[in-house]
């Protein structure tokens, strides 16, 4: 067992943990974040990806004492404290960009560090910037779409 | 009592709400199976076969019981009878050879993934661990694995899936146009087109496809309530509480099944899994709540895949290219068991094959055989996609040889839409149609004829990048299905689905539908159908669906049916609410009923101002002091309604791919479809379910297959080997529609959920082969992969069958990780 000191969310957590843990299994097993999520087990599908320190990574890809004295910031940290959205959160629901619900976590917490790096990407470049995050529902259309919303380019959803 | 309330400034039928569902899903608030956490939860693993096909000698479970925080390991021999069984819901014909179906064998395995034991421990991690230590002896069985093979293999002494069946073929299911009395003799039309006319013969490979949902599947069972309790990433937990309850022995009353939120199932979580059948034995022996979830690999390798068909076509025609009828004979592989509705998806295509087509002949024969490979089933279309490919790559073929535009030999051979309702060769009557309208909207925003210009002018320069352009013009049977319909077709269930309406106190409104959403949109789409006809705010309306506790009959969710099915039912039970409101209000405003309007949510006395909202009858009805003498104190309304027919939504799709001709890369340059499913209660989910439809037609089109080695293993067993399509391999869409109302409901609504898979696939690979005609192609084998289309383009083959081997991951020339 190792001890890890860290921020989720705002919080100060501190856990003994085995040093095999994965950062998903932390954050889902002994904190109850369990809007993150796990989709598969080779880092292909993005669903488990949250902010480490500010950047996107797979928490599937990462291990929770590699977290030590990080701040860590999950779906559900992402809102105002007031409950306010994320604009991102608000572009995906106005776009209907999401369906299932399941690859949605991982794909606003990308969008969130896509759009931090690139506030006015191109079609191409959203596309780009995705391409580490699955979804089987939407066919990505209206998440591009909500990607864009949230970078103020499009006026919302078409139907 | 107040004054009449003016109507809704907005209908809500056609309105694009921003769904209900959202809020939660995007701020992680969510109940997925794998997030259920119970006070002392024991965690299962499986053990799994590494080998298709072998008989289990021993299994020594010594070692990993004394794992750390093992509670116990067993094998099916230690659960006996308490397993259950999977079912077959569906046996196609009446002698069907159904191989018996234990969720954990004793003493064979028959797919590679099947599970021997289970081990239980306190943590998911440890449960793991142990299952690493499990010793199983196998004596490795030859493996039935190529269809063709498989199929023969009774006549030619070949491998058998399930040696003491004698046989791998499980039915054999015909349907004869001249036989049943819808048209003519197909030998017949054969006969003449050979000798006078043109005949099209062709042999189709639908691949093997996996459905990958995202939310690898989960289960939880909880035991020690007076009902057991089981939550499950399912997509059917009425039936999958009929499946427990009949192969258990334990009283369906005492069984509670629960679908939270459901991330996606495409047909693959329509399934009474072998896991969800152990899970629940091993909560019952142990007397603890248990959760198994599946790891990516395990889903891709143990839940249901789909497509996997052979088709041989032969499609007669006049020279001027009129069809004069259509032979098809297919193989389906099966796997290695009979799923729930395994063996009736190749016979749900049977109807389809002739599609929106006035063909006077057609013959159908499906051959369902077994294989030691993964279990097949629903997946998104189940049949209707391999029968609208088959008829789809046809036409064009059948247009090339005429020497005709594709649109032009369809529009030779479709339904006027003059001519419905139309009962077509294969015994239905579709309701309602418009091909015409449907396909000049399609080619408007298609562009049409400038992308022909365009085509020719490349062709012309000899440009290395070729254009193509595909026509999918696809009708399908959905909203399943009359009750009498599938008692016809020896299914064991009905198709009926139900509704119930609760008026509670304060005015809101509780919905109970049977259908069971996992990603559809439910909750909005059916708040605006019961917003609209009760005249209550759409915010008022809570729909509840999912558990057996609270919606203790329904038929689930799969086959397009939740909104023309599970909608009507709705209709139905919230016209019998505002009946039974109606004596109270005339009661309470003291008018006579015969003289009270309903509208906008209220009743209103004719020629008068007098009114009252029937939220606010339900909080009289609620206090009862004052109701008609003998009227029960209750609004709710409950309905069950079975369908009176199939649903016939139907589009013209319209694709442009660029192939380069030198190294065979096919790329996607515009699609546009324009789908006419009747009466739209939401564009916006609409437009949702048609995207994601079209991305999952288009990579069975371009990327996606199941690939077994030659041991029965499956190579494309991760999400590194299966091509789930990305962001980056997409392009965006444009999307219309044009509304000929059902008759057969309502609200005149068309099923939408599998509409984009059904007609994408062969609009794509009618545009590749398109682009590559002129240089001696006339088909590609799915998916259209650079080497395939290269191989084709260079040797006039359609590309070569599929090699049994993934990506490759080490360079064995240099023994090392590339």
Known sequence: MARINLTVDGSQVSDDVEPRMLLVQYLREQLGKTGTVIGCDTSNCGACTVHLDGTSVKSCNVLAVQADGAEVTTIEGLAAEDGTLHPVQEAFRECHGLQCGFCTPGMIMQTVDLLKDNPDPSEEAIRLGLEGNLCRCTGYHNIVRAVQHAAGTTEGASA | MTATQEPAAQAEIGRDRRRKEDQRLITGRTRWTDNITLPGMLHLAMVRSPFAHARITSIDTSAAKAGRNVVTVLTGADLGEAQGACINAWPVVEDQVTPDHLPMPTDRVAFAGETVAVVVARSAAEARDAAELVEVDYEELPAALDLKEAAAAHESGGTLAHPDLGTNVTAVWRFDS??????????????????????????????????????????????????????????????LR??????????????????????????????????????????????????????????????????????????????????????????????????????????????????????????????NVLTNKAWTDAYRGAGRPEATYAIERLMDELAAEVGVDPLEIRERNWINHEEFPFTTVAGLEYDSGNYEAATARAKEMF????????????????????????????????????????????????????????????????????????????????????????????????????????????????????????????????????????????????????????????????????????????????????????????????????????????????????VDTETGQVKLRKYVCCDDIGVVINPLIVAGQVHGGLVQGIAQALWEEAIYDENGTLVTGSFVDYLLPTAADTITFEIDHTTSPSTTNSLGTKGVGEAGTIASTPAVVNAVVDAVRHLGVNDITMPCTPERVWRAINDGSSGGETTEAAMPHFDETEGGVQ
């Open chain 2, 447 to 658: 562009g049409y004829d400038a992308l022909r210009a365009e085509q020719a002018e490349r062709r012309a320069r000899g440009d290395k990048v070729q254009l193509g352009l595909g026509v999918s013009t696809f009708t399908e049977m959905c909203g399943l299905a009359p009750s009498r319909v599938l008692g016809s077709l020896n299914y064991g269930a009905g198709g009926w689905e139900h509704a119930e309406v609760r008026m509670l106190a304060t005015g809101t409104v509780e919905v109970v539908t049977g259908a069971s959403a996992h990603g559809q949109g439910h909750e909005t789409a059916f708040s605006q159908i019961v917003a609209d006809r009760l005249g209550v705010p759409f915010e008022d309306v809570e729909i509840l669906h999912g558990d057996t506790q609270i919606s203790h009959k329904g038929l689930d969710t799969y086959g397009s049916r939740s909104l023309v099915v599970g909608g009507e039912a709705l209709v139905r039970a919230v016209d019998k609410v505002i009946e039974k409101a109606r004596p109270v209000a005339a009661h309470l405003l003291e008018a006579s009923a015969d003289d009270l309007e309903f509208s906008g949510g209220s009743f209103t006395v004719k020629g008068t101002d007098q009114g009252m909202a029937i939220q606010e009858i339900a909080t009289a009805v609620f206090a009862a002091h004052n109701l008609p003498d003998g009227m029960e104190p209750s609004l709710d309304s409950e309905a069950t309604y079975d369908p009176v027919n199939f649903n016939y939504p139907h589009g013209t799709h319209l694709c442009a791919v660029e």
């Open chain 2, 178 to 239: 001249a036989e049943a009395g819808t048209g003519g003799d197909v030998e017949a039309a054969i006969a003449e087109a050979r000798d006078s006319g043109i005949l099209i013969e062709r042999e189709y490979r639908q691949q093997r496809l996996i459905p990958a949902f995202m939310e690898p599947r989960s289960v939880v069972v909880d035991p020690t309530g007076e009902q057991i309790t089981i939550w499950s990433a399912t997509q059917i937990p009425h039936i």
């Open chain 2, 242 to 367: 009929f499946a427990l309850a009949a192969t258990t022995g334990v009283p369906e009353s005492k069984i509670r099944v629960i679908a939270p939120d459901v991330g996606g199932g495409f047909g693959g979580k329509l399934q009474q899994t072998p896991e969800e059948m152990i899970a629940f034995a091993v909560a019952r022996r142990l007397g603890k709540p248990v959760k198994f979830t599946e790891t990516r690999s395990e889903s891709l390798l143990t839940a249901h895949h789909g497509r996997d068909q052979w088709q041989r076509l032969t499609l007669a025609a006049t020279k001027e290219g009129t069809v004069t009828g259509l032979k098809v004979d297919l193989l389906a592989d099966l796997g290695a068991y009979v799923a729930i509705v395994g063996g009736g998806v190749p016979v749900l295509g049977a109807f389809m094959f002739n599609a929106i087509y006035k063909f006077p002949a057609y013959q159908f024969q499906t051959t």
